[in-house]
């Protein structure tokens, strides 16, 4: 395939059409063959799963080194402590700001529209989840006992909080610190050319993730709560593409429509992986070359929003829970609501960037406000594609706050944002794949 025609199908392309195709296969072999064994088996659970699951893995291969080298890239080249607590403040506010609008909208809509019905209770209703932690125990976790362990684990939060200690302190110890610093700029250039090679898969491994899906999820389950997922739907997007650009304007002053357009590659990703923690190479890759946030702050603020800043499982908690006690007749109270901005807010902290993750959190609030956990059960069977969607917020959300604050901060290239070709000439994923003759 010569450069030319890559050039008119490139990588977001790519990955509509594996997206496209993926659903129609899916669709297609699941009405031709509704009860098949085989289809089942070797398809479902065999060539789909396989591809889709190496596909997941290999992004999920680059999260923690790409975490911890770029926090500590981007940490060491805060040299001054005052700038280190302004950022980390700005960002933390910022994130805290939009999860907390996210929950209002989110609340208010379910009240105004109240898609929940009597009629679905049933006393059959049984969910076991997995117990929430609690809030101290979340402060207390953030320390990490041992840091190879919190790697291995995948303990984002630790890992977050060592590798800001770790480039800290490179930063302080003069010109023995600026060798390990440039030691560590030089194993960033590494694993963004390691994210570069794992993206010619993207295309492949989408395809496969949504014939899964669609092969998978039964449309019976959409009828029983179909205003529940329209009403997170819509306020999703107007999150998404409403809110965000307001507050990018607000406090930026840049183009939104640009923002949006730039950000598609992102937004797919995190569509079809679910995941901001798979996602974040993406992003970083899409803030620093396509919208022109400096390292420095786009290597700490987007793997620190991966990890806290969920407003889109905000967003279907504040739903969720009105929609809950709505099925069951309960009535909340001005308090009840407040409650549940406050704890869901604070949950969004300890809620890791992995799929289906929210429903754990979920249990949490609902706990929170003396309503049944069981309710839950309702909402599974929709919740795989809307936390595909909301994830797709979550990390639009995380780059919205990057550009925010890098512009704030003055580290931020608005040349870079307003270029429409830029991140297509250097460094990114379509120009790379292109040089690799695919």
Partial sequence: MNATKNSKFGLTGKILLGMGTGIFLGLLLRNLFPAS??????????????????????LKMLVVPLVFISLVCGTCSLSEPSKLGRLGGKTLAFYLLTTAI???????????????SVSLASESMNYSVKEAPSFASVLINIMPSNPLR????GNMLQIIIFAVIFGFAIAHIGERGKRVAALFDDLNEVIMRVVTLVM???PYGVFALMAKLALSLGTETFSSVVQYFLVVLGVLLLHGFVVYPILLTLFSGLNPF???RKMRNVQLFAFSTASSNATLPVTIETAEHRLGAHNKIASFTLPLGATINMDGTAIMQGVATVFIAQVFGIELTLTDY????????????????VPGVGLIMLAMVLNQVGLPVEGIVLIIGVDRLLDMI???VNVTGDT?????????EGEFDEQVFNDPKAGKTSGSFDQEVHKAGY
């Fill in 102 to 116: 996210a929950l209002t909208i989110s609340i208010m809509a379910a009240i105004v529209i109240h898609p929940g």
């Fill in 338 to 353: 407040v409650t549940v901005v406050v704890t869901a807010t604070l949950a969004s902290i300890g809620t890791a960037g």
């Fill in 390 to 392: 909301r994830t797709a």
């Fill in 400 to 408: 919205v706050a990057t550009v925010v604050i890098a512009k704030s």
């Fill in 37 to 58: 064994e085989f289809v089942q088996e070797y398809i479902t659970d065999g060539l789909f799963h396989v591809v889709g699951t190496i596909f997941i893995s290999s």
């Fill in 258 to 260: 640009t923002f949006v």
């Fill in 150 to 153: 919190a790697m291995a684990d």
């Fill in 200 to 202: 010619q898969l993207a």
